[in-house]
């Protein structure tokens, strides 16, 4: 299975990106994909999930309401797209796949190379 990662950049705070992850190399119909980042303050923090479906959304309270996650079963693709973009958001963001629904990076069983987002103020 390999994950890739993609869509980070520079953008101005308050504004906007969209990542994707596509996946190849398995089955992930009825998978989970995990958005994780790797921030200068938390070594690996939990930012939101998908069921491959599309059915079970969940995030972290720091990006409620700002984030968003989708995903594209027929492609093996999920997407995060991130609004109301603050410097605080600025990492190194990773996508991984799983087979439960988790904020729990341990459960992941894969994981892409992660891309950065840098927000500036």
């Known amino acids: 299975v390999q994950l890739q990662a993609s869509g980070g950049g520079l953008v101005q705070a308050g504004g906007s990106l969209r990542l994707s992850c596509a996946a190849s190399?398995?089955?992930?119909?009825?998978?989970?994909f995990g958005w994780f980042r790797q921030t200068p303050v938390v070594e690996r923090e939990f930012v939101a999930y998908?069921?491959?479906?599309?059915?079970?959304?969940y995030y972290a309270d720091s990006v409620k309401g700002r984030f968003t996650a989708s995903s594209d079963n027929a492609k093996g693709t999920a997407y995060l797209q991130m609004n109301s973009l603050k410097p605080e958001d600025t990492g190194v963001y990773y996508c991984?796949?799983?087979?439960?629904?988790?904020?729990?990076?341990?459960?992941?069983?894969?994981w892409g190379k992660g891309t950065l987002v840098t927000v500036s103020s």
């Open positions: 991984a796949v799983g087979s439960v629904l988790s904020a729990v990076d341990r459960v992941y069983r894969y």
């Open positions: 190399g398995g089955t992930f119909s009825g998978s989970t």
């Open positions: 998908i069921s491959a479906s599309g059915g079970s959304t």
